[in-house]
């Protein structure tokens, strides 16, 4: 950031303290002063628009490695069930064909005991296609296998969903949102980033207005916030080989506000972290595993675009909650009762 | 049989029990839903094969690969992943015989299980058996290696020289073949020849392939540049006696005809010495030495681990049957047993011929050869 800033005003540093030397003893020209100021003014303005651009960029790239271990993520749980659905079809199938053997086999019986005593040669048919079907085996596990089939393509239509819904851009219009939905979409997305290491409950209240805002947006905010949550429990319970952790959802409204808590039993925030937490690039994590910039983002999208805030409360060893408040705008508020009711969790 | 699943879903495993319960009288199928469990069954009873998963919660899959590896080296390890990144694989690669990737339909689980018992079932002593699944580098080829890092690291990087260099190192070569066959890679067709495999690996894996195998650096010297000198020789004069079509195949299978070799010579140093000597003195083959004093030969142990490692049957089956054709009746076997006995300077025999198709062009072909030779 600071390199394309300075890029901006190539001259070198002496000589540009030169000039400005140069101008404050008596002006020579006034006129020479005021367009020195404006001249400088604007540089101000271009830089602090390169700011914006390199903040808008980076929220980009973040997002973008966001999306891309979310991916990562999102396929292991895809596959997962697919795995399983794909074994119970081919078993279900193999099943299916041996219970049609013998049904032509119980047929071919039928038609004999009709016309009198089967021959021995039909019975031992029937009764080999009997043996071979292992009629016990299926009868136990078929059902399970359609059961876990049928949840397991449950699971699969309920990540791609929650997907669309994470990922849908608004290309930074504000729209009347529920954070409730939001959140639970955000929660399936993330599945990966938090099951080896917590557990996840929600409390959302059901009677949350829609808040206007930018929902993407405010997805990865609740995602960072997730992710942190899971990591700070990982340094605890070291990759689920010390149980797991919890990491809780709560969504509460009150006057104009809506708020979001995040609640993790991590390792909590050191002292000396504590005002650093929001700065861009401030990490104490491992070269990928964090960059430093999830809670800048959030801030920057919560404050500076939402005009809501955010702050946490932690204890050591105990555990970190972020508290996030939005503002509900006031002509969304009579859309509440239409309001859908919180998705259930898969 | 007993093959042990490790996954931390419980569905994945009942399904692949029930998917598997056809073949509940020729194996046994046991499962777990952690790598703790698996290894207190391990200690318990025997098993031959482990599919596991990667990630896990407490001990992940590669972690348990590796200890499996330690303790009980001759069981077969495979992974069975819902990961696709190319991080995880190369981790697992390194304890792993194979990877396989979620969803795998269920003809490629069974066959690639199934092909471990038969390449057990190949290869009867135990104490060969245990050399060749714990081995899981090759001796390394130093010059080669700095040959293909300045290779790539150069301006003039192609994919077509560097698949020559490759060819120059056995082991290298079956590395790569391995990763691009395993599931990661692979889309449908198995590749078998080395210059698709670099394509395929492409130069930032190759770079990094060799870096791993520089840093293990293992056996070197002269016996295992001769081999390597050998193998490039016998493919090249491969190439000759078999039709265009089948030459990528055939030289790749020639290259790695002698893995079996490196293999003992890096795991069983003063055995093979002794091979070596009761060779000469008894003026016997060398494959015959080696399997009348270790049970096995260095086909059978070539076979044998590059089967482990994913290799296409085509290859194992001709490196396998590379001394002895009555065990596999391919063309290609026939045809990279006569190169080697034309590199080596033994007599081939009219059988031989006729199976490879040369019996015309036998004496040209060697007399080619040797022309080569003498010139370079
Ligand atoms: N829930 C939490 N519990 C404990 N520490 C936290 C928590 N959330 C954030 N932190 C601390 O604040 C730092 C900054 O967090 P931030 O999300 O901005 O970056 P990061 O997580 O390190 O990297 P990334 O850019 O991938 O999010 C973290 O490195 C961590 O030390
Ligand atoms: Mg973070």
Redesign the interface.
Known sequence: MVGLVASEAPAPLGAREGSTNSARPPPRDSLAAVAELEDQRRRLEKALADLKSTQARLLQAHKLEAIGQLA?GI???I??????????V??LS?AFERLCQLVVASRELLESAKQGAPSSEVLARAEASLANA?ID?ILT?AP??LQ?SV??LHRVANIVAAMKDFSHPSGGEKAPCDLNEAIASTIIVATNEWK??AEVETDLDPTLPLVRCLRDEVNQVILNLIVNGAHAIDAVVI???KG?GTIRIETTHDGGWAEIRVTDTGCGIPEKARDRVFDPFFTTKPVGKGTGQGLAIAYSVIVEKHRGEISFETELGRGTTFIVRLPVNVHEERFSTFCAPPRPLA | MRVLFVDDEPRVLEAIQRMLSDAAGAWEVITATSGEQALALLEDSRIDVIVTDIRMPGMDGATLLNKVHERWPSITRIVLSGHTDQEHAMRAMGSAHQFLSKPCNPKRLTDVVENAFYLSALTPNARVRELAAAVHRLPAMPKVHERILALIDGSRASVRDAADLVAQDPGLCAKILRIVNSAFFARGQLVRDVRTATARVGLDLLRALVLQERASCGLSGARVEQIQRDSLDAAAVTIRIVAPEHQRTAFTAALLCDVGTLVLEQGAPDEIAAVRAYATEGLVPIHVAEKELLGSSHADVGGYVLGLWGVPPVIVDAVLGHHDLGRDPSHLSAAVHVAHCIVAGDVVSPEAARRAGVESRLADIREAYLEEKHAA
């Open positions: 990562a396929a292991h749980e596959n997962t069930p697919t795995q399983y659905v794909t074994d119970n081919e078993f193999r292992r085996y596990e399970k296998a876990q949840d397991g080896y290491v990759g689920g080989s797991k």
